[in-house]
Each structure stands twice: as C-alpha cells, then as structure tokens.
C-alpha cells in the first residue's frame, strides 16, 4: 500500500524532475549527429519512428534522475499529461491510462504529432533492454489528455477543460505542455480548482510576440506552486 507522505514525496520528486527539465530548453545543436530514421506513414497518422534511441536525451543526463530515484521512482503517483496525447511504444506500455480528449469529450489513445508521447516518454519511460533512455519518474503513471484540435490548436477552453479532466481522474501531478496568449476567468478558476485539490500544476512558460507570455504557465499561482517543488 503506498502511503500517503510516500505519495506526496514521490510527486515532489516527478513534479521537480519535469520543471527542472522543461526549463532545460531544447538540445544544442552538437546533440544532433545525425538525422534520424523516417517513420512509416499511413493514412490516418505517422506511425513511431523505427530508430531505437541508445543514449540518453542530453537534457535528462544533465538532470541525473537517478539522483531522485532513491526518494522516488514515482510509484502510486498519476501525471495527468495535457497535450497532443500519446501513443504506446514498448517503453510506455505499462504507463499509460486510457487517454482523453478534452475538445471531442472522446477516447483519446493515439497521438498522431508525437510531442505528447516525448513529454510521456521523458516523464515516464519504462526501462527497455536495447535503450537507454529512462522516464525521470519511470514507476509513475501518465494520464494523457489531449486539448490539441484536429489542426493542432490549442484553445484556452481545451486547456480548462483538460485541467478539470485531470483534477476529476484526482492526478497528483498536472503537466500542461503548451499554453495560450490569452488569460480569462475560466483559466484563472481552472488552476485554482486544480491547487485546492492539492495537485502539483507544472506549466511550459512559452513566449508569445503579442503578451510576452502564455497562459497558464504564468499564472501567480501557477508560479508559486512551481517555487515550492524547486
């Protein structure tokens, strides 16, 4: 039985791990020694890349997660994923609940941009023999939820509704991967729903050229929270 300082402990530990990494920004341009792999298409959705990835993505050797692991391995804890959704390749099999998708309100159990199943893989990647990349959290469970349309948008009310999914499936952990220009009431009430519920709100900080910021990842609260986990 996991016990709930363990569990509290064990979403400190993933909810510091992805901050940390999300504020890691994106690989330096001497990481890419080569183009990959194409991955096959279909009709409906580009299929995973036939590339088996055998070193660590530079920004979590930089993070270390095996420094966390010994507080936690993120066991009982459930990250609520809002992005593209995700899909499941061997390492992320075992990790996944069923998926949703917040502008449709349908099942959501593929994702066909792939940056939902990278931020799920980066969160909680099984261990696999032949790779070696390691979720941060790699016991946790993700929860995808998509709030991307069928064009790749993102709405600010795909956002609430896709943190109130997260708060009603009680996730101890609330990763946004994107965000919106556009602030409003809905937003605001959304990210203190999800904090009174007493869940970790990790949010991506993006810049946008008309408000110098996107939404909710520069939320006051959103910010303290975020402090807190540091």
């Not at 299929?47 to 936690?72: D, I, K, N, T, Y």
């Not at 099999?93 to 941009?113: E, H, K, S, Y």
């Amino acid at each position: 039985m996991t016990t709930p300082s363990a569990t509290r402990g064990g979403r400190l530990a993933v909810a510091a791990a992805v901050a940390c990494l999300t504020a890691a920004g994106g690989a330096p341009a001497s990481a890419a020694a080569r183009a990959p792999d194409l991955p096959s298409a279909s009709d409906k959705c580009v299929g995973p890349s036939p590339q088996v990835e055998q070193e660590p993505f530079w920004a979590q050797a930089r993070m270390e997660p095996e420094q966390l692991w010994p507080l936690s391995r993120g066991r009982g804890v459930l990250v609520a994923l809002l992005d593209t959704g995700a899909g499941r390749p061997p390492a992320l099999r075992d990790a996944l609940r069923p998926g949703l998708d917040a502008v449709t309100g349908q099942p959501a159990n593929g994702d066909c941009r792939g940056r939902g199943t990278a931020l799920a893989g980066i969160i909680a990647a099984r261990p696999q023999t032949g790779a070696s990349p390691v979720g941060m959290a790699p016991e946790a469970t993700v929860l995808p939820i998509r709030v991307v349309d069928g064009k790749g948008n993102m709405s600010r009310q795909a956002i609430v509704a896709g943190i109130r999914a997260a708060v009603d499936a009680d996730a101890d952990v609330i990763v946004v991967g994107g965000g919106v220009p556009t602030d409003g009431a809905d937003l605001r009430d959304a990210v203190a729903e999800a904090i009174d519920a007493d869940a970790l709100l990790v949010a991506a900080v993006a810049p946008s050229p008309a408000t110098g910021n996107r939404r909710p990842g520069t939320r006051p609260r959103t910010r303290r929270r975020s402090r807190s986990v540091r």
